[in-house]
């Protein structure tokens, strides 16, 4: 399964640097050969019988040597690994690896759900099979192996290291280095003698002995007929006891009078002093002093780092709080936190911190907070109306005189044809102006002083109307008249009717004279006008 494979190649690489994963003692008895022990000090330090090493999950830091590098075996994309297996994501989510991880996440997360559906429940350290040891990680199990063992590739099975082959024997023993089945050796030259650490060498007192002091060197056993070298038949640190399956080495307790500051470790042919968490051990192997984790290029916090006494306290700047996992930042949404708002229309969130801005119209204030309004009308060189502009909150509006309409593009002013409108505001007749109209009315009317309405002109009345006699006013109009004996000519000139040229208009019995505008008759000599003004009668004669 693609998960668990990626667990072997992570606990395999971990194996390349040193004692990762602690275990149990070598398995079965081994007589004369004890182990030699390796020690860590430090937070996530796991013990085990032949020394300490960093628990599951945690690997030393390359810039202090402690364990405090967790390892995320499924990486964590754009990320970062906070605890084992356990990648802190975007947004402040958290998982065994980021969503966007790509290629790799997919298949494990594909692996994970297959092997779901046809196990029929989440593996667990009872279903993988591991030969040593299993460890939960992010919730799915991970073989390991004992100190001295590395994991095989079958992920479950565990085979011996050869410590002196992969570290090379002058790393870890002074002379000689010798495997043995899940630790090593370390043998010293003829005339030495292995010391209490089990990897230096000193020189034997009595080197001009017998060459036949055996492995772990001789004592010198002095009686009343003389002192001689009786070789050692266990290594310093052991005592010899006699068993019914013969003799044996058995551990010294050098604890008991061990001048540890911190707590003694009893280990087999020796001791070693250890520190509590957060703790390491000083030069002298003897005190503990404090492990300065803020220190060094890879702080295990992600912005503040305080050490203290044994630990350290992470912390994180304004504008962010410090995760669950303790380590972590995460921004703080002020935009979102509860109480007063911190702007008057637009709060944008930034990392750390937060920003107000202002709708379209407004400008931000030198508060940071509060917006005004721009008054687009008196915005130096910003022409925006054709005739008047009218400031409003966040905006503007373009104004028209009289007789004009505003253009659908809210600027510019278009004249009205106030002609057009309905009801018509002129009775007769309208002529449109730049904005505004005229109503005018047709001949022989006058306009009305409310400018719409027309009413007849009376020519005659007024003097206009140029008639020589009389004057006859009509509908829009006028009319000239005549006296008697008089005639209309052109213009309304009035001419003077000769009656006695008339045909069938003279009446008169002898003569007829003209007159301006009528006629009178008259008789010949020996007539008189008659009372009628027309005949004509005889004269009496009188005699004398």
């Not at 301006?516 to 004269?539: N, Q, T």
Request: include cysteine.
């Amino acid at each position: 399964m693609i998960a668990m494979k990626l667990l072997c190649v992570y606990v395999l690489l971990l194996e390349a640097d040193g004692r990762v994963y602690p275990g149990g003692r070598k398995r079965g008895h081994q007589h004369y050969n004890p182990p030699t022990p390796r020690h860590r000090s430090g937070p996530h330090v796991c013990s085990a019988g032949f020394g300490t090493g960093c628990c599951p999950g945690w690997v030393p830091s390359s810039a202090s040597g402690l364990c405090l590098t967790p390892v995320c075996s499924f990486g964590c994309g754009d990320g970062f690994c906070i605890a084992p297996n356990v990648c802190s994501c975007r947004g402040g989510k958290q998982g065994v690896t980021c969503p966007d991880e790509g290629w790799l996440g997919h298949l494990l997360a594909e692996d994970i759900f297959n092997r779901a559906d046809t196990e029929g429940s989440p593996t667990s350290c009872l279903t993988a099979r591991c030969e040593h040891s299993c460890t939960l990680i992010g919730g799915f199990p991970a073989c390991s192996c004992s100190l001295g063992y590395s994991l095989a590739r079958d992920g479950r099975s565990c085979h011996d290291t050869d410590e002196c082959s992969r570290f090379g024997g002058g790393a870890l023993c002074q002379q000689l280095c010798k495997n043995t089945l899940g630790t090593f050796r370390c043998h010293c030259y003829h005339g030495y003698q292995l010391s209490a650490n089990g990897r230096s060498c000193v020189s034997v007192p009595f080197s001009a002995g017998p060459p036949g002091c055996g492995e772990y060197g001789c004592d010198m056993s002095c009686n009343s007929g003389g002192c001689e070298q009786v070789s050692r038949v266990c290594p310093v640190g052991f005592t010899m006891i006699e068993t019914s399956n013969g003799v044996a080495c058995r551990d010294i307790n050098e604890c008991s009078g061990a001048a540890c500051r911190g707590q003694c470790v009893n280990a087999e042919g020796g001791f070693v002093c250890e520190c509590r968490a957060g703790m390491q051990l000083s030069p002298d192997r003897h005190s503990c002093v404090d492990i300065d984790e803020c220190s060094g290029n890879r702080s295990p916090c992600q912005q503040r780092c305080q050490n203290t006494v044994g630990s350290y306290k992470c912390s994180c700047r304004a504008g962010f709080y410090l995760h669950s996992n303790g380590r972590s930042c995460v921004d703080r949404d002020e935009c979102q936190a509860p109480g007063p708002a911190r702007c008057q229309q637009r709060c944008v969130n930034t990392p750390g911190s937060y920003s107000c801005t202002c709708r379209h119209g407004y400008r931000l204030s030198s508060d940071g907070r509060t917006c005004a309004d721009v008054n687009e009308c008196e915005t130096p060189g910003l022409a925006l109306c054709q005739h008047s502009c009218r400031n409003s909150p966040g905006s503007f509006h373009c104004q028209c005189p009289p007789g004009h309409r505003l253009h659908p593009n809210g600027r510019n002013c278009t004249d009205i044809n106030e002609c057009h409108l309905h009801p018509p505001r002129c009775q007769h007749l309208c002529q449109n102006v730049m904005g505004s109209y005229h109503c005018t009315c047709p001949v022989g009317y006058q306009l009305l002083p409310d400018g719409k309405r027309c009413e007849d002109r009376n020519e005659c009345t007024d003097g206009s109307h140029g008639c020589g006699h009389g004057c006859d006013n009509t509908a829009g109009s006028y009319q000239c008249t005549c006296e008697p004996g008089f005639r209309l000519r052109e213009q309304g000139v009035c001419e003077d009717e000769n009656e006695c040229a008339l045909p069938n208009t003279n009446h008169c019995s002898h003569n007829c004279i003209n007159t301006a505008g009528s006629y009178h008759c008259g008789c010949r000599h020996g007539y008189r006008l008659h009372s009628d003004s027309r005949s004509c009668v005889g004269k009496r004669v009188t005699r004398h």
